[in-house]
């Protein structure tokens, strides 16, 4: 039997662009507790999705701190270690990952071991702007497997990529040469974080199905098969939202979602599809334009979006 989609949800009111940090009103914790809690119901816990950034060694003991603090908290984290280091010390970034499973990996869900290293050019936003980033993400994984056998963690070791646009470029191929056999068996997961009709050209409701399952199928079939790594290995939609705005109904957002988690639900035997994540709970600002600000279902004062009511819907019926 098929299990579930697990869901999981960034619940912070900020996003980044290629122009940096897309903010509004400071988060009000409680509002975001109250609109975790109505979004997940009377069914399981939604996956709660944090980020930090490394920025090279002497950043280390300050994120270190940062993620002390989240754990403190209880939560079960799907934590986001970026890397986002202009000298390029892979070295030290496998070292720092090492560290945070060793000290937070069994209160840890899942870390995820860089953000979108295939995505270069912006590096507010993305990690492959940054020299060594493929390495990072090899030689971090690695790392942050060997601290999970040593220490007997139990988050689930992972990373996250965009949908390769040039299968030419070779990032895939690469992984496989620097990351071998070692690489695929250190994984419990693969991550892709899937925004379509909002990058790129726009497409059509009806055309969205299949947008959707060409993105999740070039991943499993091509991509994930030319680095080694095996169907067994479970495939994770980190990240996915859609923008409301100038042109941007918040009743198109509510049919998009709505037709992305369906989708995913219906391949998640044949494709080995197990979570599905919100970007974001919440607008950075509602009142501007920008799409980076509005990627909520909630609007930046936490009143709901239609997607909101749809979601959670969707979550009590799928999850």
Known sequence: MTEPLVFGVFPLGVAGGPDGVAAGPPDDFAAIGRAVQELQGDGKALLPRMYVLWSGADSTAAVLGQIATLTAGGLPWD????????????????????????????????????????????????????????????????????AKRATGATAAIGFAVVPERDPAGGFWTAVRQ?????????????????????????????ALPAVVERLLRDFRERDLAAAGIPATVPIRICENGWPTGPDRSEEQQAAVLETIIRTAHRLRGELNVTHWQLFTLRDADSSKDDLFHRFGVLRSDYSPKPAFHTLRRLIAELG
Do not use: K
């Open 79 to 146: 934590l986001v270690l970026c890397y986002r280091d202009p000298g390029g010390d892979v070295a030290g970034w496998a070292a720092f990952v090492g560290q945070v499973v060793e000290r937070h990996g069994r209160s840890l869900a899942a870390v995820q071991v860089t953000g979108e290293p295939n995505l270069t050019g912006v590096g507010a936003a993305a990690d492959g702007a940054f020299p060594g980033a493929r390495e990072a993400m090899i030689r971090g994984v690695r790392a942050a497997a060997e």
């Open 178 to 206: 620097h990351g071998g056999p070692s690489f695929a068996a250190a994984l419990d997961y693969a991550g892709i974080d899937i925004y379509p009709d909002v990058f790129g050209p726009r497409v059509a409701i009806d």
